[in-house]
Every structure is written in structure tokens, then in C-alpha cells.
């Protein structure tokens, strides 16, 4: 079956009303605005893959950006882009790779552009398993038993599933496919290493993405096989098939934050996210308010930080000129081209705005402080934590040296 309907034109009034009666009180409790000119996303713009077929993306630097990840980076002297320090972040992809390369030669980018393929088929016995709820409890105690560091479940929501994926054999769009029946979405998110991601921008810091790729792609394949094991469909996801970020909000995870990314109470926005399509009778977790977002609507520290000025410092608003941004929502939207454009020139990936984040915190009880500050306190607790920010919770980037000299040491462990 192809989900949605593949055409990337404009939703019928049929399709928006039952979209509204679905989901306009979850979209409330969530803070999403969803206005009626929104179409859902279709993966051939996605900057990834525009990086492929879209000649006013592609450059000699996006191909050696991504060649680089393959044995053809380009070291140089400056700090964090040694031979070793692009070797760490290629080692660290490793496992993310052999699952993205192993159906390449059928068109499928598995986990980036189609869904990890299924390793092992659906039991053809149903196992009994309880009451919703019970089944629930365990499979997110499942879930982080696999080394998922968060868990939360929603209900399928096609508004924000690729319309198309493309073919990587020749970057054409083909069918965006779910079995039928499916229901839920689990959802996991996967911190990224503190230390690590200290050292943005450089190819060290690389490391810290490529960790989580690999486990994630290790931990949603394993949850995935469990569930097909108890006789249910379950297809294991990575950045591909649907837009995460919507799910991980619905699914109780986070708010939506300047700098594009979730910000979870746990991690900030140093977090990554999987994802697992299934029809295991399962019960859906709420948005929660967090009081993050609304901290963003006073704060500008990660659009200050960006390098190529990608961030908006204006209030979230529907739309921008980029067509790699979803239509019709109302929220925050880089300049995706620019923000790509530096990924490339500095051939590494770049995460400044996840390091400066004041939410981006190791969690002593300082950390605490501040953030009980920021999020319990009001317009006035608000105002007092951006100050104390200011003033004293800036980092500096960790010079890649020193995390390699805290590595023999044994001190970022
Ligand atoms: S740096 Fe400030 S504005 Fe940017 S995501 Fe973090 S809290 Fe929001
Ligand atoms: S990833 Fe880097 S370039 Fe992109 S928006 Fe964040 S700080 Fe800017």
C-alpha cells in the first residue's frame, strides 16, 4: 500500500476534516498550528537528498562532504579535523553504514531513505499479550533494555509521512510504503555523548552522531524483531518515511525548539530519535508542556551562535522560501541551504546550536538549579536564567586536543 495517497498536490477537504477530527485536540495540547495550505512533505526536498539530484544544492563541496565519510576525507590542521579525528567519526557510523548500505543495489537508502528492511518475518501466531496498558509498560522497559535512553508512544499520523522517498539508484521518487494496519509509533530517543558534542563544530564531535545512528539503527532493529516475534507488524526507522520530530513531541518527548530540534526535559536538544511503526495494541502517550518553547521565545543563543546565520531570531511563523520546509506549520525554519552549505564546507557535520543550547546541560545540581529557574519560575525565573546564562553558563567549545588528552587519561568517560 502507498501511505499517503502520494500526491504531493493539495489535501482534499475530505482528507483535512478527518485530519481535524483526528488530531486537532492533540495538535492543541501539543502547540501545533497546522494551517489548511499544509501538504505533507515529500522526502525528494529534503536536503539530503536534494544534496543528490537538485543542482541549486549540489556542489563540489556537498560531494566531498559526503565522500568524506567514506575513506576520502580531506584532513587539515585546525583543531578537531585530524586524520584521527574524521577516522573516530567514520569508525563511529560504522554500524548505521552497513545497515544504510546493504540494499543500496534495490534503491533503498535503509534508516535514511526507506525503512530498515525486515530481518526476520511476523510470527504467524498472535502472542497474548494483556491489557494495553501492561503491554505498553513493557515494551518501553523493553526499549531501554535494548539502550534506548527515552521512550514514548503515539498514534500513526500519515500528516507527517514522506509523500515520496526517492529511488538512490537514480534519486527518482518512488512510493512511500507502510504495511497496512499499522497504528502506533514508538518512539526513542538516544543522547548523544556530552563531551563529544562539546567539541562542535569538528569532525570529532561527528562521533557523537555517527554513536547514536549506529545504536539506533542496533536498538530499533532488535525492538522491531521482538515485536514481529509476538506476531505484529513492527518496521524499525531511523530519518526515514515520516518526519520525526512532530512524532516525538505527540509522543510526549519534548517541545519544539529554535534551533529546529526537540528539547527533551532529560537532555535538552542533545538527543537523537527512532522510531518503530506497528500495530501492537498500545497506548498513546500526550504532549506535554514543558515550558522549553516558551523559554525560546526570549532567548536567540543558538541563532547568535550560528556560523552562516541560519537560525530565525523572529517569532515561529507558517512557511518560509525554502522548499525543504514542511508547509503549512507554523514554527521555527532555518535557512536549510545555508545551514547545509557550512555542513559542507567544514565537511563535517555541525551542531553549535545543540552545544549552546542553555537546555543542553551534564545535569549536576547546578544544572538543576538553573533549569527549575527557567521552566518553573515565570516570565521573572525566565528572565533571571537567561541573565545567569549570560553571565555564567556560556561554554566554551572543548578543544578537540583536550578531549583526546582526557581520553588517555581516562576523564570523559
Ligand atoms: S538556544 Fe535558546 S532559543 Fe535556541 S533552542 Fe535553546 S533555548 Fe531555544
Ligand atoms: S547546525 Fe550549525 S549551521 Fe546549522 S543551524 Fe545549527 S549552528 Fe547553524
Known sequence: MAWPSNSPEAVSNEQWDDWQRRFADSDAEAGFEVTR??????????????AFWDPLVRTDDTDAFFASYRMEAAPRRAGGFSQKDFALRNAAWAISDIISDRSTAAGLREGFQGAIANDTPVAPMRADLGNPADETAE??????????????????????????????????????????????????????????????????????????????????????????????????????????????????????????MVLTPEFGPRVRFSKIFTDLPLRADSPRKLGMATYCNECTVCADACPPKALPFDAAKVGSDSVSTVKGVKKWSADCEKCFGYWAKIKTDCAICMRVCPFNRRGGKTDEFWRCLALEHGARGRAMARKWHARKGMRARLKPSEWWARLKEGRNL
Open 37 to 50: 495550505d499544509f501538504v505533507p512533505f515529500n522526502q525528494m526536498n529534503d536536503m539530503f537528498t536534494r
Open 139 to 260: 515494551i518501553k522497559a523493553l526499549a531501554r533494555m535494548f539502550g534506548a535512553d527515552l521512550v514514548g508512544i503515539t498514534e500513526i499520523d500519515e500528516r507527517w509521512h514522506y509523500t515520496h522517498r526517492p529511488d538512490v539508484r537514480d534519486m527518482t521518487p518512488v512510493a512511500n510504503e507502510l504495511p497496512d494496519g499499522i497504528t502506533h509509533v514508538i518512539v526513542m530517543g538516544h543522547a548523544m555523548d556530552f563531551d563529544l558534542v562539546e567539541t562542535y563544530p569538528s569532525a570529532l564531535a561527528g562521533a557523537s552522531t555517527g554513536l547514536e545512528y549506529s545504536h539506533e539503527a542496533a536498538i530499533s532493529i532488535q525492538l522491531a524483531a521482538y515485536i514481529r516475534n509476538l506476531g505484529n507488524q513492527a518496521v524499525a526507522s531511523m530519518n526515514d518515511t515520516a518526519l520525526v520530530i512532530p512524532y516525538a513531541i505527540k509522543a510526549g518527548l519534548g517541545e519544539y525548539g529554535r534551533n529546529q
